[in-house]
């Protein structure tokens, strides 16, 4: 009985792992071999590209991003807490409110070192 409840997560399992091997060989098989140097080049918005396209970006516009990331996956958080709230456990509640306090120290570091003048 037990074999007969996760063969449908076998099979899934199964494709999922095939899935990809098979799309790459596909891929493999069809494509056009042909070399040429517009389609080796870059392609911007139909513009020949001018420069070189290995630049160095500023470290800020990483930062801005890392900012992004953490604040976005707080929000998530802080959706689901807000509509949970009234049933969490008191524990539940304690482990929000600090996590909220670490995510405010973290805007007020930014704040200060004057990283994030956008918000």
Do not use: N
């Amino acid at each position: 009985m037990l074999v007969d409840d996760y063969f449908p997560v076998a099979i899934f399992a199964l494709v999922a792992m095939l899935f990809p091997a098979v799309a790459f060989l596909m891929g493999k098989l069809f494509r056009p071999t042909r070399r040429s140097e517009l389609r080796d080049s870059t392609y911007e918005c139909g513009e020949r590209p001018i420069g070189v396209a290995q630049i160095q970006f500023h470290v800020q516009f990483y930062i801005y991003a890392i900012i992004f990331v953490a604040f976005d996956i707080v929000t998530v958080f802080l959706l689901v807490w807000a509509l949970a709230f009234a049933g969490l456990s008191e524990t539940a509640k304690i482990f929000a409110v600090t996590f909220l306090i670490i995510l405010l120290a973290g805007v007020f570091y930014s704040l200060k070192k004057e990283r994030i003048l956008w918000i």
